[in-house]
């Protein structure tokens, strides 16, 4: 165990120290596929664990060069896992709970001519898509549409994750834009 600590030890300083791209994905393919495990203990989701496992790793990868462990890759990379997983359990308890006051709003306002029929809401909704910009717009549809995740549709358009991220976070910010005026709360 010692060894294989002490070699992947040493496959990260190759990493950070020579731009090692084969050590990168030899401690990749090493520990890929047992963290993608772990973070299936706080998520439920293989993909999303997965996703998260390769955030870590993307992120190991950018900032190479400033991080410092105390410890072993191995220790880094499981609390990475293990705090990426937390940080995205809490966003969704955010996200969830802005859901569930905004539909109890709408549910006291109640008034039938101040709410959308779900038919109406969803042609708004599919307009505001439509008035995107294309590569805004194409992204936002393989994520939400198709089901891709970030690091997929980064692959097939050949940009960064933080790229899907940015354009992502255009797409909604506009869309909510677009349908501010139709929203009974706000």
Request: charged share 25%; with cysteine; net charge positive.
């Amino acid at each position: 165990m010692n060894e294989t600590l002490n070699l992947d030890n040493d496959l990260f300083l190759k990493v950070c120290l020579e731009n090692d791209e084969k050590a990168y994905q030899s401690l990749f393919r090493h520990y890929y596929a047992p963290l993608s495990l772990y973070a299936l203990r706080f998520i439920p989701s293989r993909e999303i664990a997965e996703d998260l496992v390769q955030e870590v790793f993307y992120k190991l990868w950018r900032d190479r060069r400033s991080i410092r462990i105390s410890t072993s890759i191995r220790a880094y990379l499981i609390t990475s896992v293990k705090h990426h997983c937390l940080n995205y359990i809490r966003h969704r308890e955010v996200e969830m709970n802005y859901v569930s006051e905004h539909l109890s709003i709408m549910t006291e306002a109640g008034r039938e001519e101040d709410i959308l029929t779900a038919r109406e809401l969803q042609q708004l909704i599919d307009k505001a898509i439509m008035g995107l910009p294309e590569k805004l717009r194409t992204v936002f549809l393989m994520h939400r549409r198709q089901d891709m995740t970030y690091a997929q549709i980064s692959t097939q358009m050949s940009i960064s994750i933080k790229t899907v991220e940015s354009y992502m976070g255009k797409s909604l910010k506009m869309i909510r834009s677009r349908l501010h005026e139709y929203a009974p709360f706000s």
